[in-house]
């Protein structure tokens, strides 16, 4: 038996190569739990080759018929998951003093990704006190013996990563019922592999384009991973174009560290970026859709004196002001230029550097993208790769994503949430991505998505919006996951894709600065009305704000938070360790967020302090719909006065008042004036440009 134990175990480690982390955590002597997450049919095995023999193992009464060959040389018990009285026979293996080893999602998984704890591993934590070891299996979700065929490349000898978290312990609360404990128990257990799972994934000093490379090598050189209107190209395609480009920007760019990026979403702006970090160039994503002056200011703000940009571009987009404004400060290259003068041999060598697969010469790297507020000039917002790739995997840890999915993303890069979830992420998942030029185009969109059977689709309430009122009601019938940012998700939005598609759309929250997802609706832990969750490894604080009665201000610290600021005519300031968000948010006892407004989105009307936020969704509720935006304005008498734009010619005032009454608010949320305009300006982000809207009425009062 011995030597059959050690045959079997040679044999394991030769063909998964395992790599140990953490091992020394493990304090078996006494009774412990053991919790690790079940990718493939081979965990357990594996699992009992390594761990000490003072274990039991907890197997399925089905799978351990079938895999009696290797439970004979482990301490097991067999237990029937419909059979309540099981839990009792575990109780008694801990009570004499051995260690359990339990999967607690009960079944491997098939999304990739965790699935549901179930409350046996929480109620035995609470009964005995025991410590619980999460334990996070890494590698064997591709190999043969996962479920996931189809859905990940399948590998003979996929590398396995075996890494033992920190220990915890669940205690029981007499004065609460134990079903509210067991479910909170299992909550926390499936926050806390998250959390594991993310720190077993990240990775430090990271440069993006190195992450392309190794996804190629897992998810295979001809894996299809980016299309846009007239091209796709596979990920042998990408690089092979990226190293090309690269080595053109060795001669010119030659002794640049920033460079100006103006590019619709495309291939050719992912073969840019990619080119870049792998050169060391840190691209600067500039926002077409802002004027002439503000373009200036951003190039000023990061040192920029040389742009990039496409001639087909700049003449469907109709652009050519832009680039005969930038001319003037910097120098413009097209790419189309670059292109035509690479030569056989450069082609020859950038095959050569994609066989030999040579990596960035840079290593770590960053990029820069610039927020769009009321500040007189536009700060550059400094994101490293590190910061980008944690957020990635951030998302990844709460959401199951394959390569069987097909991401659409019509959010422009120069939009965080447009770069890091809708183009970084693909690439780096390995998961296929549609990449389209403008989130405006609500009925081709719409039609897209159905063509090209899209699973995945980020927007904001605003787009998604759009896309709702223009699609026919089967165009989103493959969408399995829509995901909202950017801006609060309107009640009526909600309300439409579920009633017209069947389809529920998770909200999220961030910022720029948090490269920039925060918090998350998630299948497994969804809250309509909230922006979810924090993701694993973010840490937070409310600060009381005064005239502020409940929730606070958020600030935050995580992997993910940016290195600092750019500020015009300053320089590069660092990070603080902890961000201030600027939004006023609640936080329930379960941990879902609640974003109240920001904090400069407040009216001080007679020394109160007025949500204009809440005065919208007010009006929303009132008349319907959502095409109204509240601004403060300054008032002589009162400090400041709220007005109400709007599209809609029926909405009055005296109706609101009426509405207010009856649902008992104050009359300090009522406006002062309402505006009838045609169409409410938006940011590129498809926010409301509420500076704009405040210029507006700034015009309309000098004017009277």
């Given at each position: ?364 790297n960053e990029l820069i993208l610039f927020t769009s507020g009321s500040e007189s000039k536009p700060k550059g917002v400094v994101l490293t790769h590190t910061n980008v790739y944690a957020n990635i995997k951030q998302v990844t840890s709460v959401i199951d994503i394959t390569a069987r999915d097909k991401i659409f993303n019509a959010l422009p890069m120069f939009h965080s949430f447009g770069l890091t979830a809708g183009t970084l992420l693909p690439v780096v998942a390995g998961v296929p991505v ?271």
């Amino acid at each position: 038996m011995a030597l059959m134990y050690h045959l079997v175990k040679w044999i394991l480690v030769l063909w998964f190569r395992p790599r140990f982390r953490g091992l020394d955590k493990l304090d078996v002597s006494r009774p412990c739990i053991i919790i690790p997450n079940h990718v493939s049919l081979l965990d357990a095995v594996l699992l009992a080759f390594v761990l000490p023999s003072r274990t039991t193992f907890v197997a399925n009464t089905e799978i351990a018929k079938r895999f009696s060959f290797f439970l004979r040389f482990r301490k097991h018990v067999t237990v029937d998951p419909l059979n309540p009285y099981s839990i009792r026979h575990m109780l008694r293996v801990l009570k004499n003093g051995e260690s359990l080893v339990i999967f607690p999602e009960g079944r491997i998984t098939t999304t990739g990704g965790l699935m549901k704890i179930y409350s046996g591993v929480g109620y035995l934590a609470m009964r005995t006190g025991a410590p619980v070891y999460p334990v996070i299996i890494q590698g064997l979700e591709r190999s043969v013996f996962s479920y996931l065929k189809g859905k990940v490349r399948i590998a003979w000898f996929p590398k396995v990563t075996i890494t033992v978290g920190t220990p915890f312990t669940l205690h029981k609360n007499e004065h609460e019922s134990m079903r509210e404990q067991k479910a909170a128990a299992s909550d926390f257990i499936l926050r806390t592999l998250q959390t594991e799972l993310f720190q077993a994934r990240m990775k430090q000093d990271i440069n993006l384009f190195d992450e392309a490379l190794e996804a190629s090598r897992i998810h295979g050189a001809r894996q299809v991973i980016a299309k846009d209107l007239t091209t796709s190209v596979s990920y042998r395609t990408l690089l092979v174009a990226s190293y090309l480009l690269g080595d053109k920007w060795k001669t010119l760019l030659a002794g640049k560290q920033s460079v100006g990026v103006l590019l619709p979403n495309s291939v050719g702006h992912l073969v840019t970026l990619l080119s870049l970090f792998r050169v060391g160039i840190t691209p600067a994503i500039l926002n077409f859709s802002l004027g002439i002056r503000s373009l200036v200011d951003c190039c000023e703000t990061a040192g920029i004196d040389t742009v990039l940009t496409s001639r087909v571009f700049i003449e469907k987009g109709k652009l050519e002001h832009l680039i005969q404004g930038l001319s003037e400060r910097v120098a413009i290259i097209y790419l189309e230029d670059v292109k035509a003068s690479a030569t056989t041999g450069n082609k020859l060598t950038a095959l050569y550097r994609y066989l030999t697969r040579q990596r960035s010469q840079a290593g770590a790297n960053e990029l820069i993208l610039f927020t769009s507020g009321s500040e007189s000039k536009p700060k550059g917002v400094v994101l490293t790769h590190t910061n980008v790739y944690a957020n990635i995997k951030q998302v990844t840890s709460v959401i199951d994503i394959t390569a069987r999915d097909k991401i659409f993303n019509a959010l422009p890069m120069f939009h965080s949430f447009g770069l890091t979830a809708g183009t970084l992420l693909p690439v780096v998942a390995g998961v296929p991505v549609f990449l389209y030029p403008s989130p405006l185009h609500y009925k081709v969109i719409s039609e897209l998505c159905y063509d090209q059977n899209a699973t995945i689709l980020f927007g904001t309430s605003t787009f998604l919006a759009g896309y709702g009122k223009a699609a026919h009601p089967y165009n989103f019938y493959s969408l399995r996951y829509v995901f909202a940012g950017a801006e609060k998700l309107k009640p009526d939005v909600r309300q439409l894709w579920m009633e017209k598609f069947g389809v529920r759309i998770f909200e999220g929250y961030g910022a720029t600065e948090t490269s920039p997802i925060l918090s998350l609706n998630t299948p497994l832990a969804n809250r309509p009305g909230t922006v979810g969750r924090l993701l694993p490894g973010i840490q937070s604080r409310l600060e009381p704000v005064e005239g502020i009665a409940r929730g606070g201000h958020l600030l935050v610290k995580g992997p993910n938070v940016m290195k600092g600021y750019l500020i015009h005519g300053k320089g590069f300031v660092p990070a603080d360790e902890w961000y201030p968000t600027g939004d006023l948010v609640e936080q329930d006892a379960d941990g879902f967020l609640t974003i109240q407004s920001r904090l400069k989105r407040f009216a001080k009307i007679a020394g109160e302090m007025v949500s204009l936020n809440l005065v919208e969704e007010l009006a929303a509720q009132c008349f319907g719909h959502s095409e109204l935006a509240a601004i403060a304005v300054s008032d002589p008498r009162r400090g400041e006065k709220i007005v109400l734009y709007t599209t809609d010619e029926s909405v009055r005032t005296d109706r609101l008042r009426a509405y207010l009454a009856e649902k008992q608010f104050s009359p300090l949320l009522l406006p002062s004036a309402v505006h009838v305009i045609k169409q409410l300006p938006l940011l590129g982000s498809g926010k409301t440009d509420y500076v704009a809207l405040k210029q507006l009425a700034e015009q309309g009062r000098n004017a009277s």
